[in-house]
């Protein structure tokens, strides 16, 4: 079902889930480890799906056509669609940003793509920065992120990946754990679009295992 913005941030505070990817007032720096908090026994499991560079042009149950898309119908009608939810920056990284941290590009200081360009300018997604993941760790939820994050800007000695170089340019990069935001399981890579060869980071996977994909017989 599609739902606004205004109702899903008041329904999610009723459930004591009170977290939005869209709204500044909740996006503050500081200490948020601190004041850690139990789950209350009504909340909601939540589970958060963002595709990359996907618009609302190409989703049937948005009334697009000739969009043909059964499977996602289906899904968006079990789940909160956020209709009003727009990038002013749709870029990766930055639009990243702002879904973590509900906070601008000005403000977050991802103003461009995470490269290692963009790491020597600050572009990065700062530890110190809460984002909804933070909020949710501190309710007492148990937390994971699976697929791209490119919000870690790469740095030397660059990994070994098809995409360091790519166009002069540093791509692929490891999120250190202490700068995964609250997720307890993790299963992703920066920025690697060789979909039928994946290569993924796993909980403990060291920096330096770049082929876990063959390892795992993919």
Same mark, same amino acid.
């Given at each position: ?156 000695? &660059?990994?070994? !990946? +098809? ?10 990069? /490891? #999120?250190?754990?202490?700068? *995964?935001?609250?997720?307890? &399981?993790?299963? !992703? +890579? ?10 993924? /980071? #796993?909980?403990?996977?060291? *920096? ?6 063959? !390892?795992?017989?993919?």
């Amino acid at each position: 079902m599609t739902v606004s913005r205004r109702t899903f941030i008041k329904g999610l505070a009723a459930s004591g889930a009170a977290i939005s990817v869209s709204t500044p007032a909740l996006a503050t720096s500081g200490d948020f480890t601190a004041s850690k908090h139990t789950r209350p026994e009504n909340a909601p499991n939540l589970l958060i799906v963002f595709p990359d560079e996907m618009r609302a042009h190409a989703l049937q149950f948005m009334g697009e056509d000739p969009s043909i898309t059964p499977n996602l119908n289906k899904f968006a009608k079990q789940a909160k669609v956020m209709t009003q939810m727009a990038s002013n920056y749709p870029l990766c990284s930055p639009f990243r940003g702002m879904f973590m941290t509900g906070q601008y590009p000005v403000r977050n200081g991802i103003t461009g793509n995470a490269h290692d360009y963009g790491g020597k300018v600050g572009i990065d997604l700062s530890p110190y920065t809460k984002c909804w993941s933070d909020v949710l760790k501190s309710l007492d939820y148990s937390t994971g992120y699976i697929g791209k994050w490119h919000l870690d800007a790469p740095y030397e000695p &660059f990994i070994e !990946s +098809y995409n360091n170089p790519m166009e002069g340019r540093y791509w692929n990069e /490891w #999120a250190a754990p202490d700068r *995964r935001h609250g997720f307890d &399981f993790w299963y !992703s +890579y920066g920025t690697y679009d060789l979909h039928l060869k994946p290569m993924y /980071w #796993a909980n403990d996977t060291p *920096r330096d295992k770049t082929d876990l994909y063959r !390892s795992m017989g993919a």
